[in-house]
């Protein structure tokens, strides 16, 4: 009876969805969409009246998808053709994703994750969290492979014999750096960060930049643990010129009054230099001084070039007067030197171990797993001229070159079974939780709680504690640097005196240097801050009419009353050309092209990272832009010549979705400063988009992105923040899980902070399906 029951709801459904579709649905079609996709024309190759079988037809989401996706972003029907009601668009789309889809918007699907090791990221902070020890993954692993825009993708974070070598090699130096030999007995090293110099006189302005053109005086302030000689280090890099120059500068390092060490330097490449010296330093505050004298000019047509000072280093008191453990020795050793019986040197094993591997595999430890590890440390322990620290160090190379620790994994009961959707265990979900917002280890505080089954219970206050703590910098300097590539700005390629149409490269590089990309990022990380941890309307990412500037920004901007060093919150009501992530350096420069404005890398930054509807790629073979301007007796503005271009058949449709934006951004040259004309010509920043919406100025498309494109910001700002969280690229049967961030966006003014949590509280983050 059941299998007879089952037979008559397959049919009777399949018959029901047909029904609903010729009455309800084909009506909708005919009348909006056939004139252009039925009836022998395929506008687009896509035609929705050619099929075989009517039944596979309804079924077919590959067909289906398109017509979803464009009708919910309103790119179809054109905006010049006739519109349908809210009432029958929500008809459409319902019946699509109920019918083909088969989507139930009360238990969404969270989807299946990729088993995937740490990222370079990742590993990074890991170990730095573990062991207090910054090893460098930028130079001893390859580049990360992305996916959907992100670094995080389970499918692209995959790992070859070769790689796995580097993990086994990094992890005897890692430990080898954490418990060097005679690390219990080892001169106390204390490092102070660059940031911290101020010009001489002044607590609060920052100078760790000095130029090589003018005199310079920079001190900190660095704290000794006792009175006695020290080793004192400055490493700093050289900064400013693309290519060798003559310019060079004497450096003289000081400390309390006295000159320590001094050295004439120039132009090189390298990313850090060691300047060293002795100094007998007082227990508590000493003075480090720098001064920067100016040697050589740069021959005309050089650029200059300025110091960048990045930390001082004590190692001392030399004379064995203070004894200090060193970090990573306290974060292993938990109670200090190993004890003398053999007995208790085992226990003191297995607690280190407990303690450390825990961690390292964001869960509880069988006692198989111990007993091995601590076996492993008595082993060592027991050889000739072999210390217990060797052997501990033995034990936690292996943890660090376990794929226990090397790869995220999520233990699920039916690891096997497609069909089979169930909760994260707390352990998975705290694991998630760090390294989204940490990109690191869950710290004692998540894993207490997991062990307690109460993550879940109180989720929304360790997301509070997780952003108020240090460690949440990570998570925007890792989204936003791939989201918005504001990580790239740093190192994007751009040919400034081309641009400012100088020949003077050192005027071009007063202009435009490395300290002012520097503050680009800053500016664009400390406005997604604020509005994130403020809980300000997602929209003001667009529509902001303030933003963290300092002075040496605020000038480059042009927008008056900022001094200082230190990036302040800036009100930018009188400046409508800026404000929001579309007028900010980082966006225009990472869209542009080394010596021009791109309005085609702009506008589909835009269609991709902000309205979530990415215009198909280009066909091979299309012509340079500059092409158009060939025979043309005057030159031409940016907008004349993408008018040619576009005239071309293969060009048209996609530049229709693209050059409208892009265009609307043109008054920005390709380094980010405004302007209102173009080889003398003004310049014409008004369009239409192509859902129908006119604005005369970037003000004006500002507005249009933030309000009536506001449904597909919040839905595209949704997506990106899953895939970043998830390690995955969404799905069509995500759709109910999108719509639920998106009404939570609603029904709490767009609050930025209350999407985080929505992510982190949907079936996608907190569930899973099982594998195929």
Not at 65 to 76: A, D, G, H, K, T
Not at 478 to 499: C, M, P, Y
Request: hydrophobic share 35%; proline share 5%; charged share 30%.
């Amino acid at each position: 009876m059941r299998l007879i029951a089952g037979i008559l709801l397959l049919f009777t459904g399949s018959a029901c969805a047909d029904v609903v579709f010729d009455k309800e649905v084909q009506p909708i079609l005919e009348f909006y969409c056939y004139d252009c996709h039925a009836d022998g024309s395929s506008k687009g190759d896509f035609s929705m009246d050619e099929f075989a079988d009517k039944a596979k037809h309804l079924d077919d989401v590959s067909h289906w998808l398109p017509v979803w996706r464009n009708v919910r972003s309103q790119i179809m029907p054109p905006a010049k053709k006739d519109q349908p009601t809210d009432a029958e668009k929500k008809k459409l789309l319902s019946w699509i994703e109920r019918d083909v889809f088969k989507l139930d918007p009360n238990n969404p699907d969270p989807g299946q994750v990729t088993i995937r090791r740490l990222n370079r990221q990742e590993y990074y902070y890991a170990v730095k969290d573990l062991l207090g020890v910054s090893y460098n993954t930028q130079e001893n692993f390859p580049a990360d492979d992305t996916g959907y825009g992100f670094d995080t993708i389970g499918s692209v974070l995959s790992i070859s014999p070769l790689l796995m070598e580097k993990y086994l090699k990094a992890a005897m130096d890692v430990m080898e750096m954490a418990l060097p030999k005679g690390a219990a007995s080892s001169t106390p090293i204390r490092e102070f960060s660059g940031k911290g110099f101020r010009a001489t006189g002044d607590g609060v302005k920052s100078l760790n930049w000095l130029p090589f053109a003018q005199e310079g005086l920079a001190q900190l302030e660095v704290e000794a643990p006792a009175k006695g000689p020290y080793g004192v280090h400055l490493n700093y890099v050289v900064r400013g010129a693309q290519s060798a120059t003559e310019q060079t500068a004497h450096v003289e390092f000081l400390v309390n009054g006295k000159k320590v060490a001094e050295k004439t330097i120039g132009w090189g490449q390298e990313e850090t230099i060691r300047l060293s010296g002795k100094a007998d330093l007082n227990k508590g505050g000493n003075k480090v001084e720098i001064r920067l004298l100016p040697r050589n000019t740069p021959d005309e047509g050089q650029e200059e070039q300025y110091i960048n000072l990045q930390r001082v280093t004590l190692n001392g008191p030399r004379d064995g007067s203070f004894k200090e453990y060193p970090k990573g020795y306290q974060a292993i050793m938990v109670d200090g030197p190993a004890p003398k019986e053999i007995r208790d040197r085992e226990l003191y094993a297995r607690k280190i171990m407990r303690s450390f591997v825990s961690r390292a595999f964001r869960r509880p430890l069988d006692g198989g797993t111990v007993g091995r590890l601590v076996k492993m440390v008595l082993e060592v322990d027991k050889q000739p001229g072999r210390t217990f620290e060797d052997g501990i160090k033995h034990a936690m190379t292996a943890v660090l070159a376990s794929p226990r620790f090397l790869f995220r994994a999520e233990i699920q009961v039916n690891p096997n079974d497609p069909g089979k959707v169930v909760d994260l265990d707390e352990y998975a979900l705290a694991s998630r939780l760090s390294f989204f917002l940490w990109s690191s280890v869950p710290d004692d505080e998540l894993l207490s709680l997991a062990y307690k089954k109460e993550l879940r219970k109180n989720l929304r206050a360790q997301v509070d504690r997780m952003l108020e703590d240090a460690r949440a910098a990570r998570f925007t300097e890792n989204f936003v640097g791939q989201w918005l590539q504001a990580r790239d700005v740093e190192h994007f390629s751009i040919d400034t005196w081309k641009i400012l149409k100088t020949r003077d490269r050192r005027k071009a590089a007063r202009v435009f240097n490395d300290r002012v990309r520097q503050d680009m990022r800053t500016e664009t990380e400390m406005f997604f801050d604020f509005i994130l941890k403020k809980g300000r309307p997602a929209e003001e990412l667009i529509s902001a009419r303030y933003s963290f500037l300092n002075e040496r920004l605020a000038d480059f901007y042009q927008v008056d009353g900022v001094k200082g060093e230190e990036h302040r919150l800036v009100d930018l009501t009188e400046y409508p050309e800026r404000g929001g992530i579309l007028t900010q350096g980082t966006f225009l420069i990472v869209t542009s092209n080394p010596t021009r404005t791109s309005p085609v890398k702009r506008g589909l930054f835009v269609l991709d990272q902000i309205l979530g509807t990415p215009a198909p790629p280009a066909p091979p073979n299309i012509p340079e832009l500059e092409e158009a301007a060939h025979g043309s007796e005057r030159p031409l503005t940016m907008r004349e010549m993408m008018e040619i271009h576009r005239k071309k058949p293969l060009c048209a449709s996609c530049h229709k979705r693209m050059d409208p934006i892009g265009l609307g951004l043109e008054n920005y040259n390709a380094i980010g400063q405004y302007r209102t004309k173009e080889d003398g010509q003004k310049i014409d920043s008004g369009g239409e988009l192509i859902t129908g919406e006119k604005f005369s100025n970037v003000a004006g498309l500002k507005l249009i992105l933030a309000d009536k494109r506001r449904e597909d910001f919040y839905r595209c700002l949704a997506e990106k923040l899953l895939i970043y969280a998830t390690g995955r690229g969404m799905e069509y049967y995500d759709a109910p899980t999108i719509d639920l961030l998106v009404k939570r966006l609603h029904e709490n003014k767009g609050s930025m902070k209350e999407l985080l949590i929505g992510v982190i509280e949907s079936a996608p983050f907190q569930k899973r399906r099982g594998d195929d």
